[in-house]
Structure formats: structure tokens, C-alpha cells
């Protein structure tokens, strides 16, 4: 029943991986918002001690904490997904546990230009609010990318066997 | 007389195959020789492959092949052909059950949202009244008519909800990859058909009915009244709604006999149908949300002036687009329920 990527290796042989639905790219994406946000507060909690011990006492003002911490959460939050796109295989823990992955078109891992490319593009999917342009795009498109997927030429499959 | 115990045609189909693959152009034609000596399907299946050969002499003798076994009745079956294996993935979990709809809903794209559009005209009517109505006096006032309003509403779920299941739920069969329920899709309909799903889904429209009347009346007179009562009421009729599946099984069957069967199922499908409901009350939020973003994104916020007015316009709205997503659902749910493989 479900749609497949279709890769063809040089021997000419027919590789046919079933293609993740939305649905399920939702309910991981969710899982990965989660874990992203219990790590800010922790975070956040954390930068308000140092703020407070360097309140109290010498070494880098508070402002040059501040600033690092903001580039530090935009770090966080933007390289979240490509680090997992990169060094996990393809997949975040949100798409582990609902067994999917990230591969470019030809089936082979994502590349960095193509991971960070995806993600930054969640922008133009989360237009005009929460991903309605994302949806419509993964319901048109032959292998149900989102617009990061179409300009990145990436998609998401399912690897959790038959 | 001397019968070989052991056939040696297949030994002798290898040779010809190795000789025909080879390059020298005697033990080619030699080839087609003993081909059309051993004969039978193959020799027919590789007789068509060199039909327009290079050498005109293989290029005619298989054509000869061709002609002879013809007049002898052998023929090649296309359907025979390799064909990849028609892959299926178990649905492990409830998103992969939604993720099902989608794909179910991609393979007759075109079909289900003109159906949908079509049975969804007098919703979308709703929609202009709605949205033209702070600047007409007259739609203005008829908005504000909660009876007239709640009648429109039931005679749309009472007699029109069937045509939608009629419409929609046979386009969204036609999506499906097995033949039978595409067979289905193209026999089941009419009048028959019509009137076993007004029959099925009458109770079901009342309450539905009585539900979004009620919400009406109490959003338009004071929001605040009995609002937890009606909350409690919807998710309960929700939960019960989209438990029922006999639509679905009239759909399935195109039997009258099926309509006397309630599938009332509420007690194994009381979470599936309660997750459901959370992701529906998400996808509403996100067509709300989004229509609002939009006109705020494009400098038509003041339009939102009259946001009571305007929210219904949009409730309906979304509606119209989540509608087949729902109707897709509850035939999956059936279909599977039927048949778990």
C-alpha cells in the first residue's frame, strides 16, 4: 500500500524502500521538538547560575554570557537535526523511534549542504503557521518531500521493515 | 522404438541461447535452426526478440518462427511478463494508519478533491455567507437566525452527509491498490446506495446535528454558557461518531442487508478514536491558524473585525478540507477491521 522511493544501482538492479507519511513525520518531528525544548530550559537554567555567579564575582561580564548563549541555542536548535542527519545515520531521535530516516534521492546518506539546507528551509514549510505549506507540499509532491526535501533532494523513508 | 529417458531440449536451449548471444554469424543462423526445430513458447518468446535482427537471415528466420508457431496457436502471455512484487508494509502504529489515508487519498488525488469540492458547494456557500456577511446587512442578520441556521445544518447532515459518503467514499475506494475494492468503487452507487447510507447514518446525523446546533447557539447567544457541558458532550459524540462504521461497511458491501448491522465499536476503537480526535482538533487548528496568519501577512487583519463571524466561516472552511481526510479514515479502519492483511 504505501509509495516507495525507487533507487536503481549500476548493476541494474531495483532497490524499492517504502516512503514515510506525513503523519509519522509529525508525530517525530514533535518528539524532537520535545527533547529540544526539555534541553533549553536545562540549558536555560543553567545559564542563569553562571549568570548569577558572575554576578557575584570577576571574570567575562554578563553580556558576553548572554550573547553566547543566544548562539549557542540557535547552534542548538538549527544543528540539532543536521548533526543527527550526519553522524546518526540519518536519523534524529524522534525518527529512530518511529523508524524513518533522512537519504538523499539516490539512497545513499544526506550530505551537510543538502542537511542544512532541509532544515533551514523548515522556515518556508512552517509558512503561513504550523506547516500548512509543508503539508501541502508532502501531499503533492511524487515522493512526499516538504520544501526543504524538493530543494535539498532529500527524502524521508521508512526503515522498519516489512 | 528407443525412447530417450532424459529430454535434452533444455541442454539444447542453453546452446542456442549461447550461440545466438555470441558474434559469429554462422552458429547464429545455425541457432535459429535448431530454434525452430525444438519450438514450444520459448523458442516463440526468443524468436520474437530477433524479429528485426541485424543479420537479415536470423531477422527471417525468426520472423518464420514467429509465423509458424502463431498458426499453431502459441501466443505470448503479456501478463506473464516479470513483474515486481507488489510490496506492503504492516501498519504498525496509529500514524502509520493515517499515513495509510494519505497514500490511499495521493493515489486519486484528482478524483476525490473534485468529488469533495462538488459535495462540499453547499458548505462552501456557507463559507461566502459567512464571510461576506459583515459587510451585508442582510447575511449579517441571517447568521444571527440561530433556528434557520440550525436547520440548514440538519437537513445538510440528515440528507446531504449521504451524498458525501456516496461521493467521497467511492472516490477514496477508487484509490485503494486492491482490484476488488476498485471494482467496488465502480459498481456500488446510486439511488440504492444513497438510501442505505441515509438509513445507516440517520441517528448519527441527528445527534451530530443537535451537537453543532447547540455549539451554534450557545457561541452566537453567550459563549460562556455551559461551555465545559458542551465541551464534554462534543468529545464524547466525537469519540462515538468516529467509532461507528457502518457507513463505511454499506460502502464496502453495497448490500441493503448490511444497513440493519450497527457496527457500534466504540469499545475496541475508544483510543484510536480518541487519538483521532486530538489530531483533528490539531488539524483544525492548523488550517485556523494558517488563515489567519494569512490575512494578517498580507495586511487584511482588519477584516478579521467581526472575529465571531468570521471564526464559523473558518471552522467551516477547514471543514471542507479535513472532511475526506475523515470519511478516508473510517473506510481504511473498516477495510482493515474486515480484512487485517
Not at chain 1, 539512497?107 to 518556508?124: D, H, K, T, W
Request: charged share 15%; hydrophobic share 50%.
Amino acid at each position: 500500500m504505501p509509495q516507495e522511493l525507487v533507487v536503481r544501482t549500476p548493476e541494474n538492479a531495483e532497490i524499492r524502500v517504502p516512503l514515510a507519511g506525513m503523519f509519522s513525520r509529525a508525530s517525530a518531528f514533535v518528539h524532537d521538538v520535545a527533547i529540544q525544548f526539555v534541553c533549553v530550559i536545562v540549558a536555560h537554567f543553567v545559564f542563569l547560575f553562571v549568570l548569577e555567579v558572575l554576578n557575584s564575582g570577576r571574570g567575562f561580564g554578563p553580556g558576553f554570557v548572554r550573547g553566547l548563549y543566544s548562539i549557542a541555542i540557535f547552534v542548538f536548535v538549527f544543528g540539532y537535526y543536521s548533526f543527527f542527519e550526519l553522524y546518526r545515520n540519518g536519523q534524529t531521535p524522534g525518527k529512530k523511534a518511529n523508524g524513518l530516516r533522512v537519504v538523499a534521492l539516490n539512497g545513499q546518506r544526506v550530505g551537510l549542504f543538502s542537511s542544512l539546507l532541509r532544515n533551514f528551509l523548515r522556515i518556508a514549510d512552517f509558512m503561513p503557521f504550523m506547516f500548512l505549506a509543508g503539508i501541502f507540499s508532502t501531499l503533492i509532491t511524487e515522493r512526499h518531500q516538504r520544501i526543504g526535501d524538493v530543494f535539498a533532494g532529500t527524502v524521508v523513508i521508512r526503515i522498519d521493515g516489512n | 522404438m528407443l525412447l530417450p529417458l532424459i529430454d535434452n531440449s533444455d541442454e539444447e536451449f542453453a546452446a542456442c541461447l549461447d550461440s545466438l548471444e555470441g558474434n559469429e554469424v554462422p552458429r547464429r543462423r545455425h541457432a535459429m535452426v535448431a530454434l525452430e526445430r525444438l519450438g514450444g513458447t520459448r523458442a516463440l518468446q526468443v524468436a520474437t526478440a530477433l524479429t528485426s535482427d541485424v543479420d537479415p537471415v536470423v531477422a527471417n528466420l525468426a520472423r518464420r518462427i514467429c509465423s509458424v508457431l502463431g498458426k499453431k496457436g502459441l501466443m505470448l502471455r503479456r501478463y506473464l511478463r516479470t513483474q515486481h512484487l507488489v510490496q506492503t508494509v504492516s501498519i504498525r502504529g496509529f500514524y502509520q494508519l493515517l499515513d495509510e489515508v494519505v497514500f490511499v487519498i495521493r493515489r486519486n488525488l484528482a478524483g476525490i478533491a473534485i468529488d469533495s469540492f462538488l459535495f462540499s458547494i453547499p458548505k462552501l456557500l456557507m463559507v461566502t455567507v459567512f464571510f461576506v456577511s459583515p459587510f451585508f446587512a442582510p447575511f449579517f442578520d441571517l447568521v444571527h437566525e440561530v433556528w434557520l441556521v440550525s436547520l440548514l445544518i440538519f437537513v445538510y447532515q440528515i440528507f446531504w452527509r449521504p451524498l458525501v459518503w456516496h461521493s467521497t467514499g467511492l472516490a477514496f475506494l477508487a484509490g485503494f491498490p486492491e482490484n476488488a475494492c476498485r471494482r467496488q468503487a465502480r459498481k456500488a452507487g446510486g439511488w440504492r446506495l444513497y438510501n442505505s447510507l441515509l438509513k445507516v447514518g440517520l441517528i448519527e446525523a441527528i445527534l451530530y446535528s443537535l451537537m453543532l446546533s447547540m455549539a451554534y447557539s450557545l457561541y452566537f447567544s453567550s459563549g460562556k454558557f455551559g461551555f465545559p457541558l458542551l465541551v464534554t458532550f462534543t468529545v464524547w459524540l466525537l469519540i462515538w461518531t468516529l467509532s461507528v462504521r457502518a457507513p463505511s461497511a454499506v460502502i464496502f458491501s453495497s448490500s441493503v442487508k448490511a444497513e440493519s448491522v450497527w457496527l457500534f465499536d466504540c469499545g475496541s476503537n475508544f483510543w484510536l478514536s480518541m487519538k483521532l480526535g486530538m489530531v483533528l482538533i490539531l488539524l483544525y487548528m492548523i488550517v485556523f491558524g494558517s488563515a489567519v496568519s494569512s490575512l494578517w501577512m498580507f495586511g487584511l487583519d482588519n477584516w478579521f473585525s467581526v472575529p465571531h463571524v468570521f471564526s464559523c466561516g473558518f471552522f467551516i472552511a477547514a471543514d471542507v478540507l479535513i472532511d475526506p481526510f475523515v470519511v478516508g479514515y473510517r473506510l481504511l479502519l473498516a477495510r482493515l477491521n474486515m480484512d487485517p492483511k
